[in-house]
């Protein structure tokens, strides 16, 4: 009995060690990790730029295709606002008056503390898209990166456009509302969804 006592004693120990290890590890990554988030956008000669800060510790890596975007017109976006505070909204609406623009962007890294810009060029097809949408635009946008330990994180935000100047800042409840239908895993509304790649063939940025 003494016996059995201590091999359950011991046990017990390894699995309280390895948990403290576990937490220790936790605890390191979130002191760690990268934390971007999103200072300034313009948008200018085909080209969308973005002025990011990393406050974290360590390197973000930002991967080509991992910016996507969903634009509507402002005044259809205003009519969607207002009836979302009556909860009437179906997502499959605002699929049907959203435009999603895949938006084709280098591989770069943006070190702890430190800041710079992430120009985006959307190819041709979808710069046509984007021109297709009115003067006055609302955009909101989700940008996936990773962190030194290969996790996946995200940083979502939104503006108004007119006549592709970006005016003002969107709050976070437009955003989301306007991502969800597209990446709902992302904003949290059905977790158990994953976001999908979208495949595009690269081609010369129109100027």
Same mark, same amino acid.
């Given at each position: 009995m003494i016996g059995i006592g201590a091999v359950l004693i011991s046990? #017990? %120990? *390894?699995?309280? /060690?390895?948990? /403290?290890?576990?937490?220790?590890? $936790?605890t390191l990554k979130v002191g760690q990790r990268a934390y971007l988030r999103v200072v300034e956008v313009k948008y200018a000669g085909g080209e969308l730029q973005i002025h990011l800060k990393n406050s974290g510790n360590t390197p973000a890596e930002i991967r080509p295709l991992a910016l996507k975007v969903v634009a509507m017109g402002q005044t259809q976006f205003?009519?969607?606002?207002?009836?979302?505070?009556? #909860?009437?909204? $179906?997502f499959n609406e605002v699929v049907r008056l959203s435009k999603r623009l895949a938006l084709l962007s280098m591989r770069k890294d943006i070190a702890g503390k430190e800041e710079g810009w992430l120009n985006v060029a959307c190819d041709k097809h979808h710069l046509s898209d984007w021109n297709g949408l009115p003067d006055?635009?609302?955009?909101? /946008?989700?940008?996936?990166y990773?962190?030194? *330990?290969g996790e996946p994180h995200i940083v979502t935000w #939104?503006?108004?456009m007119d006549k592709q100047q970006v005016?003002?800042?969107?709050? +976070?409840? %437009?955003?989301?509302?306007?991502?969800?239908? +597209? *990446?709902? %895993?992302?904003v949290e509304i059905t977790p158990a969804e994953h976001l999908g790649e979208i495949t595009l063939q690269p081609t010369s940025p129109q100027r």
């Open positions: 046990i #017990g %120990s *390894f699995h309280t /060690a390895r948990q /403290a290890l576990n937490n220790s590890e $936790q205003l009519e969607l606002m207002d009836r979302s505070l009556h #909860g009437e909204v $179906q006055k635009i609302v955009v909101a /946008a989700l940008l996936q990773r962190d030194v *330990f #939104g503006w108004f005016t003002t800042e969107l709050n +976070h409840l %437009s955003v989301e509302l306007l991502l969800a239908p +597209h *990446f709902p %895993s992302d």
